[in-house]
């Protein structure tokens, strides 16, 4: 079973739940964003995988809780859902193709010269439904960087921005399909990206230690805030980002006294 620990309201987005899970060659077709998906640059080269994966991202929901869970955290969500992520991939138009990234452990990139979210090629020949869920995260993960002014100069707040989408993205398909929250994928994909934010983000400690650490060793060396991904003033305590900022701290006065 998926462990989402709340009684979920269904009320509040009425009808978003009740249509067959997404899978692939059966996933619910909206002849807009299909018709518009076909017209990307680079539409008819476009592999299968990466047009369902946008047709995921689509139908991408935050689940009530959890948004407000992570607003609460000092956190500034990009966007609302999926549907407007993809309506942002719509209008910049960037292609949206798997590409080598030699030895980067990311998952995907937004390359703003060419107007590009790559896709790391060694996920091309995996077409399974978790893959295509995966992928669908990490495309809503670098729309976050394309939105607002789409620059190359990321944060440590902006990718902390990014990091909740791809975990809400995820937690809606863990929750929408048991089967992906329980999957024994050893896919590194699967296990140590998308779903290994979740757990950090959603950890019962209240300090986000586990969360902390793991984003300051990959992005530690970025500056705190940009321009468009300003650190949220929290009215209760520290924001996420501040722990991190003081952590960062912490550990270089560790190093000295060393
Ligand atoms: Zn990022």
Not at 38 to 54: E, F, V
Not at 163 to 182: E, W
Request: proline letters at 7%.
């Amino acid at each position: 079973m998926a462990t989402y620990p709340y009684a979920y309201t269904p009320s509040i987005f009425p009808g978003a739940y009740t249509t067959a899970q997404p899978k692939p060659g059966a996933i619910p077709a909206y002849p807009f964003y299909l018709q518009a998906i076909q017209q990307l640059p680079g539409a008819s080269q476009m592999s299968d995988t990466i047009k369902n994966a946008l047709m995921l991202v689509g139908q991408i929901q935050h689940l009530p809780r959890d948004e407000a869970y992570i607003r609460q955290l000092g956190v500034d969500l990009i966007f609302k859902n999926g549907a407007e992520a993809l309506n942002l991939i719509l209008q910049k138009q960037p292609r949206v193709e798997f590409g080598d990234m030699g030895d980067s452990k990311a998952h995907a990139q937004w390359i703003k010269e060419q107007n590009l979210i790559m896709i790391n090629q060694k996920y091309k020949n995996n077409s399974s439904r978790e893959a295509l869920y995966a992928i669908s995260e990490a495309i809503y993960h670098e729309a976050g960087h394309v939105a607002r002014l789409g620059d190359n100069q990321a944060s440590i707040q902006e990718e902390t921005n990014c990091l909740a989408l791809n975990t809400l993205a995820n937690r809606f398909h863990a929750y929408n399909d048991p089967a992906y929250a329980n999957s024994s994928s050893d896919s590194r994909l699967i296990a140590d990206g998308v779903a290994l934010y979740p757990k950090l983000f959603f950890d019962s400690d209240p300090n986000k230690q586990g969360l902390v650490n793991r984003i300051i060793e990959k992005y530690g060396m970025l500056p705190p805030e940009t321009p468009d991904h300003p650190i949220p003033r929290t009215p209760y305590g520290l924001s996420l980002v501040d722990r991190i900022l003081r952590q960062i701290q912490q550990n270089n006065t560790m190093q000295w006294v060393a």
